[in-house]
């Protein structure tokens, strides 16, 4: 794992004051949105800001991902022209309906690419898998594209697609379709080796909520959760950073599997559990990740 992206924060296109409080921020990276933040008549304005701050702003560690319109608006060619001259380091595709739309981004950026002298391939795509119900019966031809470097989930556009009274029931928890599909966007990103970034928790006020859900998709496997609003990060940051303690047990762990290793032992009794191979890859992983973070 190079690069964490425990939070992923919204900032919309063509507000410089959000920008630099951001900026401020701890998060992982910085999504620069010139889809649902901005009104049709500002997409150009937006879009030649979000591309100055691509050029003169500098972001430090933070990872630059630009939310680029969808495929059936009238915008998004001119989001990846107007872009990829000081391009970010990842797009996010919104309302994927099936591998083709991925294809057909790809062959754009790899034209825009080369005509500006970049790297083949050096724009990443964050797919949002689920915002359509044709995405979510699509989800496994998404991942075949090498550019193709994470995943998540969207329960307010699959709403609106659904014709959905609501995503959650009266307790907070998600309705059982919207559960499936973020269950599916996991599953469907650890069978393409890439990361899952669970969708955002759109009630602000819900501190409590919002970190509850974060332990959990952390729980579950996922790598990140996107954020709506400055006060959101370091809860998500918390829930997704392997903990000191969770740190030291993977090391004790994995100097325990080395001294068994050597009598020819794979599995082994450790602090009063039998534990294998799946334990090991767990504390491998965890370790991976908080170098990751420590190294960011």
């Given at each position: 794992m190079s690069r964490p992206r425990?939070?992923?924060?919204?900032?919309?296109?063509?507000?410089?004051?959000m920008l630099q409080k951001s900026l401020a921020t701890g998060a992982d990276a910085l999504i620069l949105d010139l889809e649902d933040a901005v009104t049709p008549e500002n997409k150009d304005s937006a879009r030649s800001t979000v591309a100055e701050w691509l050029r003169d702003v500098d972001f430090g560690a933070q990872e630059r991902i630009v939310r680029m319109n969808s495929l059936d608006s009238p915008w998004w060619r001119d989001d990846l022209e107007g872009v990829l001259e000081h391009p970010p380091d990842a797009l996010l595709v919104p309302k994927v309906n099936h591998g083709d739309?991925?294809?057909?981004?790809?062959?754009r950026l790899e034209a825009l690419e080369e005509?500006?002298?970049?790297?083949?391939?050096?724009?990443?795509?964050?797919?949002?898998?689920?915002?359509?119900?044709?995405?979510v019966l699509n989800i496994?031809?998404?991942?075949?594209?090498?550019?193709?470097?994470?995943?998540?989930?969207?329960?307010?556009?699959?709403?609106?697609?659904?014709?959905?009274?609501?995503?959650?029931?009266?307790s907070g928890r998600l309705l059982p379709i919207f559960e499936y599909c973020r269950n599916l966007t996991l599953l469907a990103?650890?069978?393409?080796?890439?990361?899952a970034l669970?969708?955002?928790?759109?009630?602000?006020?819900?501190?409590?909520?919002?970190?509850?859900?974060?332990?959990?998709?952390?729980?579950?496997?996922?790598?990140?959760?996107?954020?709506?609003?400055?006060a959101q990060i370091d809860v998500i940051n918390d829930a997704f950073t392997p903990s000191d303690e969770e740190i030291e047990t993977a090391r004790e762990l994995l100097a325990?599997?080395?001294?068994?290793?050597?009598?020819?032992?794979?599995?082994f009794a450790f602090r009063g559990q039998m534990v294998d191979v799946p334990h090991f890859e767990r504390a491998r992983r965890r370790l991976a990740l908080r170098d990751a973070i420590d190294h960011r």
């Open positions: 425990r939070s992923a924060h919204f900032v919309p296109g063509a507000n410089e004051k739309d991925v294809v057909e981004i790809s062959r005509e500006h002298g970049h790297e083949k391939g050096r724009v990443e795509l964050i797919l949002l898998a689920t915002e359509t119900a044709l995405g496994s031809s998404m991942v075949a594209s090498d550019r193709v470097t994470a995943l998540t989930w969207g329960a307010e556009d699959l709403s609106a697609d659904l014709g959905s009274k609501a995503n959650r029931d009266p990103a650890t069978a393409a080796r890439i990361p669970d969708s955002v928790f759109v009630d602000i006020r819900d501190t409590d909520g919002l970190a509850r859900e974060c332990r959990e998709a952390a729980d579950m496997g996922f790598l990140g959760k996107i954020s709506i609003h400055p325990a599997l080395e001294e068994h290793q050597k009598e020819g032992r794979m599995a």
